[in-house]
């Protein structure tokens, strides 16, 4: 499994760049399970940290590695996302980890 603190300290500074989608925030208690899709291992890691994810009460419940995508249509599959494989990152809410970060 990768280590994800680890895999944070080795990420270069600047990973922003102008195509990527404005960051929308999410509510504390929002949904049990979260996945964040991301063209890169590193933005999809870095999300984690932008979402405040953690002080909101989630935990890292998978590996971040890349999937590719595809919706049931009846007995046919349809590739999304122009059939590119994106990097999945799942979390899920923790409601004692929320009341211990609330309560730091």
């Known amino acids: 499994m990768t280590n994800f603190t680890q895999d944070l300290k080795n990420i270069p500074q600047n990973t922003n760049?102008?195509?990527?989608?404005?960051v929308?925030?999410?509510?504390?208690?929002?949904?049990?399970?979260?996945?964040?899709?991301?063209p890169s291992f590193t933005e999809a890691a870095i999300m984690f940290h932008k979402q405040n994810l953690s002080t909101k009460g989630y935990r890292l419940i998978s590996r971040i590695e890349p999937h590719k995508f595809f919706a049931s249509e009846g007995?046919?599959?349809?590739?999304?996302?122009?059939?590119?494989?994106?990097?999945?990152?799942?979390?899920?809410?923790?409601?004692k980890l929320a009341n211990e970060t609330a309560a730091n």
């Open 17 to 22: 760049t102008d195509a990527s989608p404005a």
């Open 75 to 95: 007995s046919q599959l349809s590739e999304l996302f122009e059939g590119k494989a994106l990097y999945a990152v799942t979390f899920e809410h923790d409601s």
């Open 24 to 38: 929308t925030p999410l509510a504390a208690g929002e949904e049990s399970k979260i996945t964040i899709l991301a």
